[in-house]
């Protein structure tokens, strides 16, 4: 059966948002689906911090804050909960007061971190169909490559070539392993096609992987050395996934001892003095994962009218892993899958778009759909 995953109205309100969530975690967050789906159908359990704000993401910010006073070491039987991941669930009524009385206990803290704080995450098992996407970027480039991740956060995917990851087949027993060899981020994607990503050749190092220059922006960058600031990262990662924390954790080692800059600032902004700064001989990556859906309409149409007008001046690739109704060219998505990986070739305010993927949107799973010659 298809899954529906359009994305509920702006004015949508929480019981209809949290449903909606509930469906989108059913497959990768027991302990959020759960509570989401008890939310949904009695929004009265969130009494105390109602009104949530209005969006598709609030419940994102709703469990991340949540996650956050959990991790600031609430006492409190829901927080033990979020503590112990693997461990059954309790019954439905157990858990819907487990939230009613947390919230009760916590809806200052939970309402002021929602006030103040936007969803962080920098989900590093992305750079398992970035390092790929980087590759048939640069073979449509023909030169080396610029990098320039909007909406980057703390910057750990832009070291998507310093990781390895293994790619295994749902149906046949073949893994194929990418990256270099020693890595301390080790990623796992499984294919759900015929179709096998490039990889690089098993050739170590690779040559031409690493982008010549590399550079994010964000509106508010996440610095690896503030550990304030990665605390807040580590909420906004689901508690029963243990092993996102884990890579994060080692991704962080690896961003600190290799220093991006992330450009503070909103992309409409920041991007056009960042592209102007990149060498003629380079083509410049536009590269953006799971950010298009913080923007509103206004600003997604800005964002593209902004890279066709740059295309007049230089080439530029525009590599997005997004919903796909916010993908230029609105890539069909086939039955029950998530997230679309999109390159488009933008030349002289001209496109050709490329549909590299469709993927979990943490990418734990991919039908790779590019055909390409290269390994
Ligand atoms: C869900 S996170 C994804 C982070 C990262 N791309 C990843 O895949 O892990 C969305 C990011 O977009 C950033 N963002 C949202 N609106 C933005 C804007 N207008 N300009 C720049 N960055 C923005 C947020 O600050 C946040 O870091």
């Known amino acids: ?35 989401s789906r008890l939310a949904g159908a009695d929004p009265g359990l969130l009494a105390p911090v109602l009104p949530l ?40 009524a157990v858990l819907a007061d487990g939230l009613a009385s947390f919230l009760k206990t916590y809806a200052a803290e939970v309402s002021d971190l929602m006030a103040t704080r936007a969803v962080q995450t920098n989900e590093v098992n992305r750079s398992a169909l970035i390092a790929p ?16 991740e909007v909406g980057a956060s703390a910057g750990l995917n832009l070291h998507f070539d310093r990781y390895m990851t293994y790619y295994t087949h749902r149906s046949r027993p073949t893994v194929h392993v990418s990256g270099p ?3 301390a981020v080790q990623l796992k994607c499984e294919l759900l096609g015929d179709l096998v990503p490039p990889l690089g050749g098993g050739v170590h190092p ?18 690896v050395h503030d550990d304030t600031e990665m605390r807040w990262l580590h909420a906004c990662v689901f508690p029963d996934q243990p092993e996102r924390a884990a890579r994060a954790r080692a991704a962080t080692a690896v961003a600190r001892a290799h220093p991006v800059p992330i450009h503070a600032g909103d992309v409409l902004d920041v991007l056009p003095k960042l592209l102007s700064g ?81 993927a979990h949107e943490h990418a734990t799973w991919a039908t790779w759909c590019h055909k390409t010659s290269i390994e």
């Open 206 to 223: 690779e040559p031409g992987i690493g982008p010549a220059l590399r550079m994010g922006l964000d509106l508010a960058p996440v610095s």
């Open 1 to 35: 059966m298809k899954r529906d995953v359009s994305v509920p109205p702006p004015d949508a309100g929480p019981g209809a948002v949290f449903s909606w969530f509930a469906g989108l975690r059913e497959r990768d967050s027991q302990l959020y689906a759960r509570l």
């Open 181 to 183: 060899p020693t890595a």
């Open 133 to 148: 996407a980087m590759r048939v970027a640069r073979e449509l480039a023909g030169t080396e490559l610029a990098l320039v």
């Open 53 to 92: 704000p209005p969006g598709s993401n609030m419940p994102l910010l709703f469990f991340a804050s949540v996650h956050h006073v959990v991790l600031d070491g609430a006492r409190h039987p829901l927080a033990d909960i979020f503590r112990a991941p693997g461990r059954e669930l309790p019954a439905d």
């Open 278 to 358: 990149v060498p003629r001989h380079l083509t410049p990556v536009v590269m953006h994962t799971w950010v298009l859906a913080y923007l509103s309409d206004r600003q997604r149409a800005d964002f593209a009218a902004l890279l066709a007008e740059q295309s007049r001046e230089r080439r530029v690739l525009w590599l997005g892993a997004e919903w796909p109704q916010y993908l230029p060219g609105r890539p069909a998505l086939p039955e029950d899958e998530g997230t679309v990986w999109s390159l488009a070739d933008l030349d002289g305010g001209e496109a050709r778009h490329h549909t590299l993927a469709y």
